[in-house]
């Protein structure tokens, strides 16, 4: 199973505002006046047409004239208007003379005492944004909403609450579905504030407890976290076991499990767990499993490697009983491991770094002996290549300085072929062991 390299995805940058409003009164605004409405239900579609904002007009209000000045100092006058949208969002719109439309949502100005909406349609701002969270795919019933800010390349985001559920911060972009991003994975200026730390700590456990039973652990939960978003685009979370046992499970982003890693295997990625003891008694599930598989090693140490292409665990075994080491494949489902010793793991760009492979130096020598090369003394051998079939291929460089061979050999062990270094080059697997490339 690969080692987790947590990179949190929601991780955002600096948010900015585009700037303060003109201010028109300090007191409680009053309602828009017959006037206000007729005019702005007769300005505003241009407005809206120029401000391009998603908005197919319900309602309008000329709010007033104000000016600004721009990066000159020019003073620029600026007509102001309130739209309510069929979409949901309601706006203030600012519009300056020759200058592109401004658009401010009505949940960016709650709390703007001279700026924040009035019409009757955007009198609870938060409603708003229930129909673009219809369209992420999410339940939530908008029970809270806040404006976080918009990034320089047009990105907005907002902090959703949902009642007695975990919200989660909304991102909006034009030309873009709107997307969620987990309360789970934020944090500092982000951090959510309608949802507390008790509801993602809840939904965290349901979480964990719904993919352990997908999953092929056995495991008595104890305890579980989220641990967020991997580089992977997976999401995972750990989970404690009773007797010392614990685990990271990973789901992918429609939250259907992927697979599980054993915290022995990665110890600083586990909190919940004591690795150390985790540690000692996968040696025995270890020893375990490779004897049953046909490996006699009793396991004094390992090193857990990743996982392959077919979901096994892969792992370096050093073994207190013989001096050779291996490296084994054991598939998820604890079915027949496969292994490869300390020489042939070359051929899958891995090396052994618990045993030295010069211990099977002997075994390569015999095996050239047996095909009649019986003058070579192996003094150097890696693997160097692979077939579907299993069958490894193994350069060896001889102690007397002669060109030495490459050994074909059958996943049982047995050598099914030799090839001269300028057999193997032909092949494409050139010989690159002192000696060998004279």
């Known amino acids: 199973m690969k080692p987790i390299g947590i990179a949190i995805a929601a991780t955002l940058a600096a948010l900015t505002f585009a700037g303060p409003l003109a201010a028109f009164a300090a007191d409680k605004p009053a309602p828009y006046s017959k006037d206000q409405i007729a005019q702005g239900k007769k300005e505003i579609a241009p407005i809206v047409q120029g401000a391009g904002v998603p908005c197919t007009v319900t309602d309008a209000a000329f709010i007033g004239q104000s000016s600004s000045k721009d990066d000159k100092g020019k003073e620029i006058k600026q007509s102001v208007y309130e739209v309510a949208c069929q979409e949901g969002l309601g706006y203030d719109l600012l519009a300056p003379v020759n200058q592109p439309v401004k658009a401010y949502d009505c949940i ?31 339940q939530c019933a908008v029970s809270n909403a806040r404006y976080l800010g918009n990034k320089p390349t047009g990105e907005i985001f907002y902090e959703v609450g949902c009642g007695a559920e975990p919200g989660f911060l909304l991102e909006t972009a034009k030309g873009k579905p709107p997307t969620t991003i987990g309360c789970d994975q934020v944090s500092g200026t982000m951090a959510c504030t309608f949802t507390s730390q008790a509801m993602l700590d809840a939904a965290a456990n349901a979480k964990a407890s719904a993919l352990l039973a997908k999953s092929s652990v056995s495991c008595q939960m104890t305890g579980s976290r989220s641990i967020g978003q991997l580089q992977s685009g997976d999401y995972a979370y750990e989970v404690s076991c009773q007797g010392d046992k614990g685990y990271i499970l990973e789901a992918n982003a429609q939250g259907a499990f992927t697979h599980s890693i054993n915290c022995a295997n990665v110890r600083d990625s586990c909190k919940l767990t004591d690795s150390s003891k985790a540690e000692t008694a996968e040696t025995g599930t270890y020893t375990k499993l490779a004897k049953a598989s046909g490996f006699q090693c009793d396991v004094a140490k390992y090193r857990f490697i990743g996982m392959d292409k077919s979901n096994a665990e892969v792992v370096e075994l050093q073994c207190a009983n013989r001096p050779d080491g291996a490296v084994g494949m054991f598939p998820a489902d604890n079915k027949t491991a496969k292994f490869m010793d300390c020489v042939q793991v070359g051929a899958i760009q891995q090396a052994c770094k618990l045993t030295d ?82």
């Not at 074909?408 to 494409?428: E, F, I, N, R, W």
């Open 357 to 438: 492979p010069a211990a099977l130096y002997p075994k390569y020598t015999a095996a050239l002996a047996s095909k009649g090369k019986k003058t070579c003394q192996v003094s150097g051998a890696h693997g160097v290549g692979s077939t579907a079939d299993g069958t490894t291929f193994v350069e060896t460089a001889c102690s007397d300085g002669l060109p030495g061979w490459v050994i074909a050999m059958s996943p049982a062990g047995s050598v099914t072929d030799l090839l001269t270094c300028g057999q193997a080059k032909a092949s494409g697997a050139a010989c690159t062991l002192p000696g060998n490339t004279k």
């Open 108 to 138: 960016a100005m709650i709390g703007n005492a001279t700026l924040a909406c009035r019409l009757p349609e955007n009198a609870d701002p938060k409603k708003g944004l229930q129909p673009i969270v219809a369209q992420t795919g999410s």
